[in-house]
C-alpha cells in the first residue's frame, strides 16, 4: 500500500530563514513523488517532483527537495523564506504499477514572520 | 481556454438526499479525478478517469458514492443518502496524460448535509 505521511501540520519561520517541511512516504514499488503548493482561493500548484532521476530536485520559487530511499522521506526546504511563501504544503506519491493514483498527505501550513 | 469548472460551487442538502456534482475538465485531458477535503484533512483520493479505461474506483468509501464520466469529458459525481459525514469540499481535477503529476483543479463544490 501507499501512503504518505506529512509530520508537521504547522510550520513557521521567520522571513529570511531556512524552510524545511517534511514527508515520508510508504510505497511497495519505485514511488513517483511530487510537492504541491496551494495559495488562498488559488489551486494547487506543482513545485517540484522526482521520477526517478536526481535524488535531489530543484523545482520553482527556490524550493527543492531530496529523494532519501533509506530514509523512505522527501523533505522539502528552501534557504531563505519569503512572504509570499505563506501557504499550504501538500507531498504526494504515486507509482505507475497502481494505475499512477496519487496519494496526497495531509498538508503542512506554512507562516512565515516578518 | 478555460480551466476545470465544477458546479454548484455551494450545495447543502438535508440528510438522506440524493446529490450530484458536476465537473467540466480542460478540453483534451484524458485523466480525471475526484477528490474531497474534509475538514483539517488531506486529499482524499476518490474515483481516477483515464481515457477509455475502466475507471479506478478505490477510493470511493462506500457504494452510496459513484461516477461517471460520458464521452470522455463531463464527469458527474453523485452521492445518494448523504450523511453528516459526506460534508467537504469535493475537488475535480484534469491531467493531460503526457504530463504526469501535473493536476489542474477546479474550485471545487462545497457540500453541506444537514
Known amino acids: 500500500a501507499q501512503s504518505v505521511t506529512q509530520l508537521d501540520s504547522h510550520v513557521s519561520v521567520s522571513e529570511g530563514t531556512p524552510v524545511l517541511l517534511r514527508c515520508n512516504y510508504s510505497?511497495?514499488?519505485?514511488?513517483?513523488l511530487f510537492w504541491y503548493v496551494q495559495h488562498p482561493n488559488k489551486g494547487l500548484q506543482l513545485l517540484l517532483k522526482?521520477?526517478?532521476?536526481?535524488?535531489l530536485v530543484k523545482g520553482i520559487n527556490g524550493f527543492e527537495a531530496e529523494f532519501k530511499k533509506s530514509e523512505t522521506s522527501f523533505h522539502l526546504t528552501k534557504p531563505s523564506a519569503h512572504m509570499s511563501d505563506a501557504a499550504e504544503y501538500f507531498c504526494?506519491?504515486?507509482?505507475?504499477?497502481?494505475?499512477?493514483?496519487?496519494?496526497f498527505g495531509t498538508g503542512t501550513s506554512l507562516t512565515v514572520i516578518p | 481556454g478555460a480551466g476545470v469548472s465544477q458546479s454548484p460551487s455551494n450545495k447543502v442538502t438535508e440528510k438522506g438526499k440524493d446529490v450530484e456534482l458536476r465537473c467540466d475538465p480542460i478540453?483534451?485531458?484524458?485523466?480525471l479525478y475526484w477528490y474531497r477535503q474534509s475538514l483539517g484533512q488531506g486529499l482524499e483520493f476518490l474515483i481516477y478517469?483515464?481515457?477509455?479505461?475502466?475507471?479506478?474506483k478505490s477510493g470511493l468509501p462506500s457504494d452510496r458514492f459513484s461516477a461517471e464520466r460520458t464521452g470522455g469529458s463531463v464527469s458527474t459525481l453523485t452521492i445518494q443518502r448523504t450523511q453528516q459525514e459526506d460534508s467537504a469540499v469535493y475537488l475535480c481535477?484534469?491531467?493531460?496524460?503526457?504530463?504526469?503529476?501535473?493536476?489542474?483543479f477546479g474550485p471545487g463544490t462545497r457540500l453541506t448535509v444537514l
Open positions: 478517469f483515464q481515457g477509455n479505461s475502466a475507471p479506478d
Open positions: 478540453s483534451g485531458h484524458t485523466a
Open positions: 504526494v506519491v504515486s507509482v505507475s504499477e497502481t494505475g499512477n493514483q496519487f496519494y
Open positions: 522526482y521520477t526517478s532521476a536526481a535524488t
Open positions: 510505497s511497495s514499488y519505485s514511488p513517483s
Open positions: 481535477a484534469s491531467s493531460p496524460s503526457s504530463l504526469a503529476g501535473r493536476f489542474f
